[in-house]
């Protein structure tokens, strides 16, 4: 690989580590060609002594020695660390944001330069590349700069290509759906709890019935209903209790907390 093609990540924090990781993991890069910067000494410190790379002591010394560079920064960072390396960015790289509710039109208006730029919602999943980031491309991005972004995040799990104006959808769903899914299961082990388990073992089946039933559901080729017409039989406990469920309103609940936090990113993308 030429100096030029060498991948940075500005901003070292858990999404940056896990993309490191399974770009390391699945060979797509060598370490040698993998840089990070962060304005946190400890962050940099920690995955350079965890996967050996080279750190930059500065943003626009990543930039300079880097073609792919990853923002990885937090949303109401990404706006000064743009202002920070505008004056380093060069026609030939393809910047890729993962800063969640931040428009890529945003992005370009500060750096002043017509770029190859890509959005991508990754989720918390990615930590143990099992995650699934959805990308959008921007007006300067051809297939190969996707291409490459593919790769990349394919290494931690699954991508889909969407436009960027259903970015707030997929935050809403993907990337906090990992968030829904932890409170139902801890819901799920009170409840076991409440019926007389005791909680390690609660936890435990709440945690393997989750798995499981994901991977039936990927790997089965039947729809969600089938599956769940599968394991319920007529008069049976799982039909009472789909039936409480849906007495309760699970779907509406479901619906309005999607909803909400797409209005949510939305609102952060505005303010930002």
Not at 8 to 13: P, Q, T, V
Not at 102 to 127: F, W
Not at 232 to 237: I, K, L, N
């Amino acid at each position: 690989m030429t100096e030029r093609q060498k991948i940075g990540f500005i901003g070292a924090g858990n999404m940056a580590t896990a993309l490191i990781k399974g770009l390391l993991n699945s060979g797509v890069y060598d370490r040698e060609q993998i840089l990070a910067s962060d304005k946190v000494d400890a962050a940099v410190k920690k995955v350079s002594e965890q996967f050996g790379l080279t750190c930059c002591a500065s943003n626009g010394e990543l930039m300079q020695r880097c073609s792919i560079v990853v923002l990885s920064v937090k949303p109401q960072n990404l706006r000064d660390v743009l202002e920070e390396i505008k004056g380093e960015v060069r026609d030939d790289h393809l910047l890729i944001s993962i800063a969640a509710g931040i428009p890529l039109s945003m992005i370009q208006q500060i750096i002043g330069k017509d770029i190859a730029l890509i959005r991508v919602m990754p989720n918390t999943p990615a930590l143990v590349q099992k995650g699934v980031s959805a990308l959008a491309a921007g007006k300067w991005a051809g297939p190969d700069h996707l291409a490459l972004a593919r790769e990349i995040f394919n290494s931690v799990g699954k991508t889909v290509d969407v436009n960027e104006q259903m970015m707030d959808a997929v935050t809403a769903v993907s990337g906090s759906g990992p968030g829904y899914v932890f409170r139902i299961m801890e819901c799920m082990v009170d409840a076991g709890v409440a019926v007389g388990l005791e909680g390690k073992a609660a936890l435990d089946l709440v945690v393997e019935t989750f798995l499981g039933a994901a991977c039936l559901a990927r790997e089965s080729g039947q729809s969600l209903a089938s599956l769940r017409e599968m394991v319920t039989s007529p008069g049976g406990t799982t039909a009472e209790g789909l039936a409480a469920f849906d007495k309760l309103g699970l779907a509406d609940m479901t619906i309005k907390a999607v909803q909400a936090a797409c209005r949510r990113s939305i609102e952060l993308g505005k303010n930002y």
